[in-house]
T-cell receptor, first 117, second 114 residues
Framework: AQSVTQLGSHVSVSEGALVLLRCNYSSSVPPYLFWYVQYPNQGLQLLLKYTTGATLVKGINGFEAEFKKSETSFHLTKPSAHMSDAAEYFCAVSSPYSGGSNYKLTFGKGTLLTVNP | DVKVTQSSRYLVKRTGEKVFLECVQDMDHENMFWYRQDPGLGLRLIYFSYDVKMKEKGDIPEGYSVSREKKERFSLILESASTNQTSMYLC?????????????FGSGTRLTVV
């Protein structure tokens, strides 16, 4: 079974500061990994994903994440926070295999990012 | 752009009512999913379907059923709504071809059971 742990249910940063949201996973095989963002009263939007290849992946809005197999981590970063980044962020994991239930995503509990002026 | 449309943004229902939440996607995706989202608990999978008329239970199926008669439509049914089913419900879809590229989500339905 796969699981995801997001460290810190609430992270607060100042505008212009580094954003670091932590995600660790548990999986018997190297999984596919995703970060989603949810703005208030909206559905979730895909920020970035890691499937295969380069372990540093870049996403939308200046975010990036690095897959570290040895640490079973997939932390999300952004060099300089903007007020518009305030949202809830979810890390998710899926099987690397195709077919049927392998397309399920298991989500972490989310991290609420607050950006202070 | 792929669109996943949930029929209602807000619903208020009474305890014991039968409730239907509808979800339609327009990109011919094989897989469709229903999650509920609660503060501090993240997203929890209720049911999913990877083909027409196929369904599998997720992590919290109790009190829910689903229907997928057509590829584009996936309905979540609360047979007898209870107050503990007050929540945000999110529908998502994904392609069943090749790699898992992730989900496209609808905007959600906030259900209140009184």
């Amino acid at each position: 079974a796969q699981s995801v742990t997001q460290l810190g249910s609430h992270v607060s940063v100042s505008e212009g500061a580094l954003v670091l949201l932590r995600c660790n996973y548990s999986s018997s095989v190297p999984p596919y990994l995703f970060w989603y963002v949810q703005y208030p009263n909206q559905g979730l939007q895909l920020l970035l994903k890691y499937t295969t290849g380069a372990t540093l992946v870049k996403g939308i809005n200046g975010f990036e994440a690095e897959f570290k197999k040895s640490e079973t981590s997939f932390h999300l970063t952004k060099p300089s926070a903007h007020m518009s980044d305030a949202a809830e962020y979810f890390c998710a994991v899926s099987s690397p295999y195709s077919g049927g239930s392998n397309y399920k995503l298991t989500f972490g509990k989310g991290t609420l990012l607050t950006v202070n002026p | 752009d792929v669109k996943v449309t949930q029929s209602s943004r807000y619903l208020v229902k009474r305890t014991g009512e039968k409730v239907f939440l509808e979800c339609v996607q327009d990109m011919d995706h094989e897989n469709m999913f229903w999650y509920r989202q609660d503060p501090g608990l993240g997203l929890r999978l209720i049911y999913f379907s990877y083909d027409v008329k196929m369904k599998e239970k997720g992590d919290i199926p109790e009190g829910y059923s689903v229907s997928r008669e057509k590829k584009e439509r996936f309905s979540l049914i609360l047979e007898s709504a209870s107050t503990n089913q007050t929540s945000m419900y999110l529908c998502a879809s994904s392609s069943g071809q090749g790699q898992n590229y992730g989900y496209t989500f609808g905007s959600g339905t906030r259900l209140t059971v009184v």
